[in-house]
């Protein structure tokens, strides 16, 4: 079952966003309703803090799949500048990166960026990373995040918990 | 601006706490920051923030509590949470928070492990 909504591209949307995930969540696979909240809220606030076009809306839809749960949420961002010398596919750098704790990005196209994380087994505290602290919030729930982004349309977060 | 904390002061200790906020988020979060440093301007004394009624933390609302944890820290005084969600906790769990953040069931509890 695929549920959709669309959003105004606000922080102040965030509230709308929790009401709405209370009704469908329980309709999605069996997760905890402040985990759905917690990913599904990073991402769009994630959205909303990149947005070039605060007039847009953000879209955020919700599907089960065999093994897991997709959550997309789109923006109008500018996307990721990828480093000019890691142009190639398959190439990783790290987004963010505090002493042991690294975000790492990997291209997988021209268009899609995939993300992971890096951290030894004591985990560094998420405090502690000044940038991209939501990517890394949602890192530690999902088993997969991707970020599509494209000229010619919309970008979107994909996240597989 | 309407205000979103409430700080009480005691002999030993002051007590942050929220009024009429359910989540402490990206939308209020910096807001309340600024808010609480204003407060504690003046205040040299272990704190204890209670967050009763609060049922969402983002990485924002976290992030604003480290920032005031540090600054207690950098006063030489301790701080304490309490009256956590279980919801809340599992999210601090998550985010490898509870080895820097002491929490406790109520303030009087927080209160105690200040002696």
Known sequence: ?161 | MATHTKLQLFDDYAILSFKELQNLDANVALRVKAEVKGLLDDVNKDLIISLNGIEFIDSTGFGSLISILKLIKNKDKKLALCMVSNEVKELMDLMQLNSIFKVYADVNLAAASFK
């Open chain 1, 1 to 161: 079952m695929l549920h959709i909504h669309s959003f105004a591209c606000k922080l102040s949307e965030t509230n709308r966003l929790a009401e709405w995930l209370r009704i469908v969540g329980p309709q999605v696979k069996e997760v905890p309703y402040h985990k759905l909240r917690f990913m599904v809220h990073e991402a769009f606030v994630n959205a909303v803090k990149f947005s070039e076009f605060p007039d847009h809306e953000i879209v955020v839809m919700l599907r089960n799949l065999d093994e897991s749960l997709e959550i997309i949420v789109t923006d109008t961002g500018r996307g990721f500048k990828l480093p000019e010398l890691k142009d190639e596919t398959h190439q990783t750098w790290p987004l963010a990166k505090h002493d042991e704790v690294q975000i790492l990005a990997e291209i997988k196209n021209t268009n899609t960026l995939s993300f992971s994380l890096n951290e030894p087994n004591t985990p560094v505290q998420v405090g502690l990373l000044e940038h991209h602290r939501g990517l890394l919030s949602i890192l530690r729930l999902a088993k997969q995040m991707t970020y599509h982004f494209s000229k010619s349309s919309f970008n979107y977060l994909r996240i597989d918990f």
